[in-house]
């Protein structure tokens, strides 16, 4: 059975860091990209981040840029999101997902990936920003 699941999500006071986790499991990561998306309450779903298969490529949001790192070991099956520089507007459930292609997908400049080209999803990690 294909599945992701996230971990490393918390409550982290703003400026702190957090590194969230995806692995994979009844699958490879090593031909899919990955993306990571967040969701606020009352806010649609956005895309943050994005990593081809090979990790040659990288995407961000505009917020993040700078702030956040993706990346991925294939040999663990697993892509991370290393997070700085944590802000309150940062506080959302985080997922991954995996598509079904090497690359991210099409995006606008400055826009992470697009929820509708992911084919599959984990549960999410909570990520609360507070002092």
């Known amino acids: 059975q294909l599945q992701l699941v996230e971990s490393g999500g918390g409550l982290v006071q703003p400026g702190g860091s957090l590194r969230l986790s995806c692995v994979a499991s009844?699958?490879?990561?090593?031909?899919?990209?990955i993306g990571w998306f967040r969701q606020a309450p009352g806010r649609e779903r956005e895309g943050v981040s994005c990593?081809?298969?090979?990790?040659?490529?990288?995407i961000y949001e505009d917020s993040v840029e700078g702030r956040f790192t993706i990346s991925r070991d294939n040999a663990k099956n697993t892509v991370y999101l290393q997070m700085n520089n944590l802000t309150p507007e940062d506080t959302a459930v985080y997922y991954c997902a995996a598509r079904d292609s090497r690359l991210c997908g099409s995006y606008y400049v400055g826009e992470g990936p697009r929820r509708v080209d992911f084919d599959y999803w984990g549960q999410g990690t909570q990520v609360t920003v507070s002092s």
């Open positions: 990593i081809t298969d090979s990790g040659t490529r990288t």
């Open positions: 009844g699958f490879t990561l090593n031909n899919y990209a």
